[in-house]
């Protein structure tokens, strides 16, 4: 397995490609190899690249400093040339809402003039950052409101790092240098359930978290960071082997005839291929349980006859599901379920011997919930009828 400090193979690496003149590369979202090489590249001596890697990195990542000057232990001239050379760049935050329940949402302006959103989620001894790893979305899942919008482009690491640290400024969670040590964390976990698939944007999800996971600056461990899926079949072991973080599966349904409607990924990779691969995934064990997320949905997907085979399909995983009252969006073909329909549903997979906890859903007023994001400015205009016509209702 790699880890993410350890050093990867050439096939996997990618050197940051020499720039035209003039140009500056941004550090943020730089794996330590790249940014080691890139360095090495823009005039540091070799002998000397591990340390100042390590310096860089910290201010960067550990302080969140911008500001190349006010590296205190580097010397003058080589703060000079890292200015000549690099830059330090976040995504910018266009506007932001905050929840009556203190869910906040940033519009995030990335290169191109793009649009995507991050939500910020705090809990009781937690907080939790959903960001997001492309520009809409490829998959159109019919219950989700991203999902309404096409596919732009994938982020660049950068962009997914970006996020993380854009929030950590926000909630003024940067440690000031030579302060007494807090191990308080307002960003202490981050799930990649925000605009769209990241295993089909894998590369720079996988280098990203790498940043992010890194003990030297960021430092949020893998079991504080989970990746949500909509079933990539040949990315699924590779995910555990390259990036090793905790694993969420966007399932909302037991039957092949509905899922294909629900989430069209499923004509490719159908419920019983998943839950192969699921079964060989390589992290799999009681410890670090799959998640199954099941948007409930009147009428479609809740019914006891449902449950019963949700339970019997993920038999002898370890598992919990997520029951996730649908969170209504303008133009919506779909409505929640009715309260005590989810209440019966999650007693018989309680019932069964697995954890179904249904979440509490946050930021609805803000349009922060899970399947509401989506940028205005990208927004496709779409009527109620057309959207049901697209999802064959």
Known sequence: MTTPNAPITQDVLTIPRKLPEGSRTNIVGLTRDQLR????????????AKMRLGQIWQWVYHFGLRDFAAMTNLSKDYRALLAEN??????????????MDGTRKYLVRIAGGHEVETVYIPEENR???????????TLTCSFCH????????????????????????????????????????????????????????????????????????????????TLSTSGIVPEIAR??????????????????????????????????TLIDALRDYPRLSNSERITFEYVMLKGVNDSDADARRLVKLIAGIPAKINLIPFNEWPG???????????????????????????????????????????????????????IAAEAGL
């Open 37 to 48: 090489a890139a360095l090495i590249a823009a005039g540091t001596p070799e002998k000397q």
């Open 86 to 99: 690099f830059v330090i760049e976040v995504p910018e935050i266009v506007s932001k809402q905050v929840s």
């Open 127 to 137: 907080g939790t950052l959903c960001i997001s790893s492309q520009v809409g979305c």
């Open 146 to 225: 991203t999902g309404t919008q096409k596919l732009v482009r994938n982020l660049t690491a950068a962009e997914i790092v970006g996020q993380v640290m854009l929030a950590r400024d926000d909630l003024g969670e940067w440690p000031e240098p030579g302060a007494p040590k807090d191990e308080t964390r307002l960003v202490s976990n981050v799930v990649l359930m925000g605009m769209g698939e990241p295993l089909y944007n894998f590369e720079n999800v996988r280098d990203a978290m790498r940043v992010v996971m890194d003990g030297e600056g960021l430092s949020l461990s893998r079991r504080r960071i």
């Open 239 to 272: 995910t555990a082997e390259e990036i090793g973080c905790l694993l969420a599966i966007s399932f909302h349904a037991t039957t092949d005839e509905v899922r294909d409607r629900l989430v069209p990924v499923n004509k490719k990779w159908n419920i019983a």
């Open 332 to 386: 919506a073909p779909y409505e929640r379920s009715d309260w005590e329909r989810i209440e019966a549903f999650a007693d018989i997979i309680y019932k069964a011997g697995y954890a179904s906890p249904i979440r509490t859903p946050r930021g609805e007023d803000i349009m922060a919930a899970c399947g509401q994001l989506k940028s205005a400015t990208e927004r496709a205009r779409k009527s109620r009828a057309e």
